[in-house]
């Protein structure tokens, strides 16, 4: 059964930092590519960031380009959202997803994304 689980979450002040993680199991990441999404309270779930499958390319949102990083460990089947100098903005319920042979488009969008994690809550306030 094909899961992925995110964790790292949390309420952090402005300028603060956290890193989000999520696990994956129930098959191989190598294969995939992953991103990251939110969706803030009454918004569109909105995509972040994402790697494709072959590790060749990487894009982000404009409005966290130099905030934060994406990554994968495929050897421990994870990835990663860096996110550094958070804004009140930034607040929102952060998914991971995992599309097979997924490719990365400067675009992010949900559609070709068919695993999803159940999200974690991120909050910035002061």
């Known amino acids: 059964q094909l899961q992925l689980v995110e964790s790292g979450g949390g309420l952090v002040q402005p300028g603060g930092s956290l890193r989000l993680s999520c696990a994956a199991s129930g098959f191989t990441l190598d294969d995939y590519g992953i991103g990251w999404f939110r969706q803030a309270p009454g918004k569109e779930r909105e995509g972040v960031s994402c790697?494709?499958?072959?590790?060749?390319?990487?894009n982000y949102a404009d409005s966290v380009k130099g905030r934060f990083t994406i990554s994968r460990d495929n050897a421990k089947n994870m990835m990663y959202l860096q996110m550094n100098n958070l804004k009140p903005e930034d607040t929102a319920v952060y998914y991971c997803?995992?599309?097979?042979?997924?490719?990365?488009?400067?675009?992010?969008?949900?559609?070709?994304?068919?695993?999803w994690g159940q999200g974690t809550q991120v909050t910035v306030s002061a």
């Open positions: 997803a995992a599309e097979y042979l997924g490719g990365c488009p400067r675009r992010i969008s949900i559609q070709p994304f068919e695993n």
């Open positions: 790697i494709s499958s072959s590790g060749g390319s990487t």
